[in-house]
């Protein structure tokens, strides 16, 4: 039962996402705040990887896929989907599922909560951000990793969302759509159905690719939440591991629960190369 009105609220939809809930559940929890932490999970997951979760009192909440047509079914599979719109900035862990990432649009269900922040499961909370709660929906950070021209569209790593069955209703009439296809799956459907977003800062949602192609921005005094879109921080190795090694060393602090080092002592981007 929820134990408050605001929520943050992060999707399991397989292992690997279960393992960077726990990061990001720790991180909440290390922030100090008093809304409830909320785990929506897919079949995907099964009841051994969420018990940690649930032990560091998140609540669970079972979400399964939404209920859309055959035809939108398959131009978002995987293989359809990375065909018509391939990634060529980062890449895709193997695990990705393009359709997993509409059943985030469940949280409009949970209308016990008057507000939800949604997070990324591949994301940690370095500062508090109870503060979020005060934004109206609806709400997200812009998707800047490469260039001050990404200010433009959004991410939907950290978003801020008003519950409403109703709105449900109508984004499920208006995601499939004849014909809709959506790019960047949910990023671009949010942003279609709400043109007016209002912008979060940066440091709400700092993508960890700023760390390598735009450096000046980031601040250690000033990030709040770390999103680590594309190469994950539990895969063993990868190609951007090395220039990324002081961003994955933080995040497995919080995943093993050890000490949390002062943000203030860590290396600036390129100092660690």
């Known amino acids: 039962m929820s134990n408050s009105r605001h929520a943050f609220a992060t999707l399991v939809t397989n292992a690997d996402y279960a393992t960077g809930a726990l990061a990001l559940v720790r991180s909440l929890r290390l922030s100090g705040t008093a809304a409830d932490i909320v785990v929506m999970h897919t079949g995907g997951v099964d009841r051994e990887a969420l018990a940690p979760l649930a032990g560091l009192g998140a609540r669970l909440v079972p979400a399964g896929l939404l209920p859309t ?21 980062g890449r895709k862990p193997d695990f990705h599922t393009p359709l997993d990432n509409f059943v985030k649009l469940r949280l409009w269900e949970m209308e016990e909560y008057e507000k939800i922040v949604f997070i990324d499961a591949d994301a940690i909370v370095v500062r508090n951000i109870d503060r979020l709660f005060a934004y109206p929906e609806f709400s997200a950070a812009p998707n800047v990793y490469e260039s001050l021209a990404d200010f433009h569209r959004l991410n939907s790593g950290v978003f801020v969302a008003k519950p409403s069955r109703a709105t449900f209703s ?17 990023q671009t459907f949010l942003q279609h159905f709400f043109p007016d977003w209002h912008g979060l800062p940066v440091f709400d949602n700092m993508l960890q690719y700023v760390w390598l192609n735009l450096p000046d921005l980031w601040d250690w005094g000033s990030v709040r939440v770390i999103h680590f879109q594309y190469e994950k921080p539990w895969e063993v190795e990868h190609a951007k591991a090395v220039r990324l090694r002081p961003l994955i060393e933080l995040w497995q602090a919080y995943h093993r629960g050890e000490a949390i080092p002062d943000l203030s002592s860590l290396p600036k981007p390129g100092s660690a190369e």
């Open 69 to 89: 047509s055959d035809a939108f079914n398959e131009r978002h599979q995987r293989r359809r989907l990375h065909a018509d719109a391939p990634f060529t900035k």
């Open 170 to 186: 109508e984004m499920l009439a208006s995601l499939d759509a004849p014909d809709a296809f959506w790019r960047r799956t949910d």
